[in-house]
């Protein structure tokens, strides 16, 4: 069945590198060797959501015997989201598990995934840390996520504050992005992101 | 020692030196081997008498690669002389002398102008012969170099098998003759292929052949006609099968079943067939390929493996042919439930009802 998979591939990348989203920036794949196991996936961040201006990179793997199998998608770049690890890049989400369907292709992966960040699931979340903080702190969770954005999706919005808190972390001798999660974890309270850091 | 087995004639002279003789053919060898004190018989020193030596030159190359791929002395030993086999056999056989004299008296007989192709000893021949309407047809002959007497070996693209008369006086202009018969006797035939070639849209096969007396021709977007026409009566009704989905096909099968009265065997296989089924056919002057032919929901292409996606989905609005293959291989993945030898499960597009004929390999 691999015969399967690679000449559906071929012709999927055709699709996504044809389709109109590509000319709005929205969705994207590429290559990474040449007997199309492997792929690198880009998805914008849609608008009017604290992702909005971001790129996401994705790691494709596709299964041999795909189509008959989901590919093996997670995040390159770190994103605050409900419904995917923060730690790991782990995407939660139905299609890529046991929804999956043969008629299923990168291309509706990759808007499937644009509309997971457009409209998280917190009720089924893959970060149950960010989960928590989306139902109860939403307010934080949107700062957050956007700043997250900004840090490491190239989004454009600074958030002043908390580009200090951070500051104030890194002088008392913390890694940036462990100071990061610190405080995201912690809704931005340094004393207690301290604390969490050290324990 | 294991290699006596292959080599009784090759004896340990010392720890790691082998001397004697190999059997090749029938004929004795001289050979001797010195394996390194490491046992690595990679770097093993293979030394044989000139009249070997001269006839396995141009393989060194492979008998080197055995050397490094042998797992121990009795393998290699075994492949070298399987090696020395082949390349002898093919010298003999090369230098067997062929007179060409009889065969270019045949040649000459038939004409020079009938020759399409010819190989440099004149045993592989390709013989051509135009028909009333231009169409050019090719017969290969392959002759028998040791025994002209016997039949050519012959191939044709006909639609039925060609028998050749052939008595050890024939030439190759007997067997010309009969094949120019045979070319002849399908005008009919091909005359009322090409008038659906050239009309419509043909699905299947994707370039016919001489032979291909069977069409699958379009009739609408993921509906179709499978036609296996007779080639000696090629105005009768051929054995029709229609394709696609239930709801689209039920009123084709029955018109086809009402109008069969209609079929008049003096009218072409064509129209004919828009009689019976009471449409025209899309013709590729007024519609593209790709309306009419939908790739598989599965691996998203029309031909896998030489089959066309011909299971359909019941539900109208999605109409999603897949190959069986593709679907049978989805259903079995979800576990789907099956029975005797049907599986049972939903279309991997639209959800709906969905079922599969079970594959047996």
């Known amino acids: 069945m691999a015969n399967i998979a690679e000449q559906r591939i071929k012709r999927e990348f055709k699709e996504v590198v044809r389709s109109d989203e590509v000319a709005a920036c929205n969705i994207k794949v590429e290559l990474v060797n040449d007997n199309f196991t492997e792929l690198r996936g880009e998805i914008g961040g849609p608008p009017d959501t604290a992702y909005e201006g971001g790129k996401f990179k994705l790691e494709i793997n596709i299964p041999e015997t795909y189509p008959f199998n989901p590919p093996q998608v997670k995040f390159v770049t770190k994103i605050w989201h409900p419904n995917i690890s923060s730690v790991t890049g782990a995407i939660c989400l139905d299609i890529l598990k046991d929804q999956w369907a043969a008629a299923m292709t990168l291309r509706t992966v990759l808007l499937s995934l644009q509309a997971l960040l457009a409209a998280a699931e917190p009720d089924d979340p893959q970060d149950a840390v960010v989960a928590q903080q989306y139902k109860e702190n939403n307010a934080i969770f949107q700062r957050t996520a956007r700043h997250w954005t900004t840090a490491y999706a190239g989004g454009p919005n600074t958030d002043t504050e908390l580009e200090e808190k951070i500051t104030s972390m890194k002088n008392m001798g913390f890694d940036e992005h462990k100071a990061r999660v610190a405080l995201s974890t912690k809704d931005w309270d340094v004393t207690r992101a301290a604390e969490y850091l050290i324990s | ?361």
Not at chain 2, 15 to 37: A, E, H, K, M, W
Not at chain 2, 59 to 66: D, L, V
Not at chain 2, 202 to 225: D, K, V, Y
């Open chain 2, 1 to 361: 020692m294991s290699h006596i087995a292959v080599c009784p004639l090759l004896i340990p002279v010392s720890d790691n030196q082998f001397s004697g003789f190999i059997n090749v053919l029938g004929s004795s060898y001289r050979v001797s081997i010195t394996i390194p004190t490491d046992g690595n018989l990679q770097d093993a020193l293979l030394e044989c008498e000139w009249r070997l030596h001269n006839q396995i030159r141009r393989k060194a190359g492979a008998i080197m690669q055995k050397l490094k791929d042998a797992v121990d002395m009795t393998s290699f030993l075994r492949d070298f002389i399987l090696i020395c086999e082949t390349t002898l056999k093919s010298s003999v056989e090369q230098s067997k002398w062929f007179d060409t004299g009889p065969i270019l008296q045949q040649i000459q007989e038939l004409g020079w102008d009938r020759i399409q192709n010819v190989n440099s000893d004149l045993s592989q021949l390709q013989l051509t012969t135009i028909d009333d309407c231009g169409r050019q047809h090719i017969m290969a002959v392959s002759i028998n170099k040791q025994d002209l007497a016997s039949q050519p070996v012959c191939s044709v693209d006909l639609p039925e098998k060609l028998d050749f008369h052939w008595s050890g006086k024939s030439g190759l202009k007997h067997l010309y003759q009969q094949f120019e018969a045979a070319v002849s006797s399908y005008q009919h035939f091909w005359n009322m292929l090409k008038e659906i070639d050239d009309n419509c849209w043909i699905l299947e096969p994707e370039h016919p052949t001489f032979s291909a007396n069977h069409r699958r021709i379009a009739l609408g977007p993921n509906i179709s006609i499978h036609v296996v026409i007779n080639c000696r009566q090629p105005n009768t009704l051929p054995e029709c099968r229609l394709l696609g989905a239930d709801s689209a096909v039920a009123d084709l099968r029955e018109k086809l079943n009402i109008n069969l009265h209609r079929w008049d065997v003096d009218r072409s296989l064509l129209k004919n067939l828009e009689e019976v089924l009471d449409i025209d056919f899309p013709s590729p002057t007024s519609t593209s390929k790709e309306e009419l032919s939908i790739s598989c929901g599965i691996c998203y292409c029309n031909l896998l493996d030489e089959e066309v996606p011909d299971v359909v989905c019941e539900e109208k609005r999605c109409g999603q042919p897949f190959h069986r293959t593709c679907l049978y291989e989805w259903l079995r993945s979800l576990s789907s439930r099956q029975s005797f030898n049907t599986m049972f499960g939903e279309c991997p597009l639209c959800s709906h009802p969905i079922r599969v004929k079970v594959i047996t390999s």
